[in-house]
Each structure stands twice: as structure tokens, then as C-alpha cells.
């Protein structure tokens, strides 16, 4: 089979970089590029049928998006994480996901809250297979969150530290039981968004990542 079968098709849409990062990010966060993998820009402009120019710029964007890690004088290689490397992220995640809760919650709007609503029940009624569908939803649903806290800021850090987290999730191999029960781990998060509940947004993210994750707090303060 030909190395380029794994890349989904180009979109119409956005500039050819644009689509050089959506086709790579697509095919690390599903697996399709291995983790660990040495990523190469002269095969991947061959696998692509672009020139070497979209590719460089699209791996330099997927390294601050730390789907790829530059190892110096080695090149470019899948982002790969270790037990403790999950932990540290969660450890970090309880502190600034926690932080876009409490502004989602600030700046909520009805507009914002059916948004959340929608996604929570698509959440809850899809099925747990295929992995890489469910985590995108579950991931589209945090993004829309940390997009609703209003600090720019916040939501890009959250976006890079969590990518390599939410491609890691995907290859995980999980019974069906189990990631049904981490699906159905999110209206906690929009019940705090909208008031309904009195634990504090870092006991709720703490409670949300240990559903799927082991020690989530080790790393940070609160362990």
C-alpha cells in the first residue's frame, strides 16, 4: 500500500499550508502517523504531492501546536508521552481548565449555553466507537469552552498543552464500558458553567480527568 493511502484528501478550503496541517494533525491525532515517528519533510512532500515549503511551515505550526517535538540534530518526530508526561499535563490541566470554567461561567450567553448543551448531548448519545470520533467531539466540547473564557490566551495554551494529550487518548486502546463512562463525564462541566453546582472548577476538573486518567493531581499542589 502506498505511504500517501494514509492522508485523508486535501479540502477546498484555506490556504495549502492550512490544509498541510490539517492532513498531518489528522493523521497524528488518529494514528496514522505513529508516535514517536520520524517525520520527514521531503517524503511527506512527496506523500502529499506538495512542494517542501507548506510542509516545513506546517511542521513548525504543529510544533507549537506540540503534536511534533524537534529533537536537535536528530529532526522531527510525532509527539510521544510517558505516564508521567500525562500527569504533569493534567496536573495542569485542573489549574488552567479550571480558570475557563469560571469565565465560560462569567460570560455565559444563551446562544453559548445551547452551544454546550448541543455538544454535551451529542457527547452522551454517540457511540463510543469509533475512539478518534468520540475524542474529537470530546475535545471540540473543551475547545469551545476555553474559547468562551475570552482570554485568547488561555485557550491557545490550553489548545497546545492538550493536543498531544486528547492523540494519545485516541490510540489508546479502552473496552467500550469504559469510554462510555468517560463520554458521559461532561455535563459536570457545563452544570458548573451554569450555576448548578457548589464544588470549586478545580474539584470538578479533578473529578472530570480522573474519570479517564490515573493520579491527574500528582503534579500539581493539590495532591
Known amino acids: 500500500m502506498a505511504r500517501n493511502s494514509i492522508f485523508q484528501p486535501f479540502k477546498n478550503n484555506g490556504t495549502l499550508k492550512d490544509r498541510t496541517v490539517e492532513v ?14 520520524r517525520l520527514n519533510e521531503s517524503q511527506l512532500a512527496r506523500d502529499l504531492r506538495v512542494s517542501r515549503a507548506p510542509v516545513r511551515e506546517a511542521l513548525q505550526q504543529l510544533q507549537e501546536q506540540s503534536l511534533i517535538v524537534n529533537i536537535p540534530r536528530r529532526g522531527m518526530y510525532a509527539v510521544s508521552l510517558d505516564d508521567e508526561d500525562i500527569q504533569k499535563i493534567n496536573a495542569l490541566r485542573v489549574v488552567l481548565e479550571a480558570e475557563a470554567l469560571r469565565l465560560a461561567k462569567r460570560h455565559l450567553t444563551p446562544q453559548r449555553e445551547k452551544k454546550l448543551e448541543e455538544l454535551v448531548l451529542t457527547i452522551e448519545n454517540m ?6 470520533l468520540s475524542m474529537r467531539v470530546d475535545f471540540e466540547f473543551h475547545r ?75 503534579f500539581s499542589s493539590i495532591s
Do not use: C
Request: glycine share 4%.
Open 24 to 37: 498531518l494533525a489528522d493523521a497524528i491525532l488518529t494514528g496514522k502517523i505513529k508516535p514517536g515517528e
Open 127 to 132: 457511540e463510543p466507537s469509533p475512539a478518534k
Open 144 to 218: 469551545t469552552i476555553w474559547s468562551y473564557s475570552g482570554n485568547s490566551y488561555l485557550e491557545k495554551i490550553l489548545t497546545s498543552l492538550t493536543a498531544p494529550l486528547f492523540a494519545h487518548s485516541v490510540r489508546t486502546l479502552l473496552r467500550s464500558d469504559k469510554l462510555r463512562i468517560i463520554l458521559d463525564s461532561h455535563r459536570p462541566l457545563l452544570d458548573f458553567i451554569r450555576g448548578r453546582y457548589d464544588q470549586t472548577a478545580e474539584q470538578v476538573m479533578l473529578a472530570h480527568l480522573s474519570v479517564r486518567y490515573r493520579d491527574p493531581e500528582k
